[in-house]
């Protein structure tokens, strides 16, 4: 995200970023010469469904990016030809379903909900990760290896709270949009208190989307 990705390249390495948004890559590039990385990351506006490169890769590298394409698996079957031999294709993907608490709370489940159906009406995929083996094999991949990780949070210091009603924030234009949820019932400004509140009172621990890695050898 905003280059995060790109930006972990060191400068033994060179590395070609990118973003359908033109905004998103003028951040990038910013941290990117603002980190003294610019001299071997570059970046790129363009749509991955027809971004077009003058040059093959070792890797293509991917994060929550499948979840928002009307085809993952044909991109990715496109991205292949852009691999030099032996190359490696890696994505890494949210499986949103996992996300839980213990025990179940009402306002943490309405956030949960209010999240999961925005994206959802909005036409991408919220399991993304779950999907991550069957889209490689879509794609005439071999079968990946895969891993799964995630952020869990609990006690009154936790910053999975602000983590939680700053998405929602972010997405209060779009569920708002699509019928998902109001601002009226968010009460975005006081969400993170409120959960903070209830987490405490029931002793909770809550377990944000793992995220999915997949990755494959071709050739």
């Not at 610019?38 to 027809?50: A, K, M, N, P, S």
């Not at 490169?53 to 852009?82: H, K, N, Q």
């Not at 019932?185 to 987490?199: N, S």
């Amino acid at each position: 995200m905003l280059g995060d990705v790109s930006l972990l390249v060191g400068p033994s390495g060179r590395v070609l970023g990118v973003d359908r948004s033109a905004g998103a890559v003028d951040v990038a590039e910013r941290r990117a010469t603002e980190s003294g990385q610019c001299y071997w990351t570059r970046f790129t506006t363009g749509e991955l469904d027809t971004f077009s490169p003058d040059e093959t890769f070792d890797a293509v590298i991917g994060r929550l990016v499948l979840m928002y394409l009307p085809d993952p698996a044909a991109t990715l079957r496109r991205l292949v030809g852009f691999l030099r031999p032996g190359g490696i294709i890696a994505f890494q993907e949210m499986a949103m379903p996992l996300t839980r608490s213990f025990p179940e709370a009402p306002l943490f489940s309405k956030c949960r909900g209010w999240i999961i159906e925005t994206i959802e009406r909005a036409g991408f995929e919220v399991d993304m990760g779950g999907r991550l083996p069957m889209v490689f094999a879509g794609a005439g991949l071999p079968a990946p290896q895969l891993n799964s990780a995630g952020l869990a949070g609990r006690g009154p210091d936790s910053p999975i709270y602000e983590y939680i009603a700053e998405t929602l924030r972010s997405l209060l234009p779009m569920a708002e949009a699509v019928g998902a949820a109001t601002a009226t019932e968010m009460k975005v400004d006081t969400l993170a208190e409120r959960l903070r509140g209830e987490a405490v009172e029931q002793q909770m621990c809550i377990m944000l989307p793992p995220l999915v890695g997949a990755w494959a050898k071709t050739g």
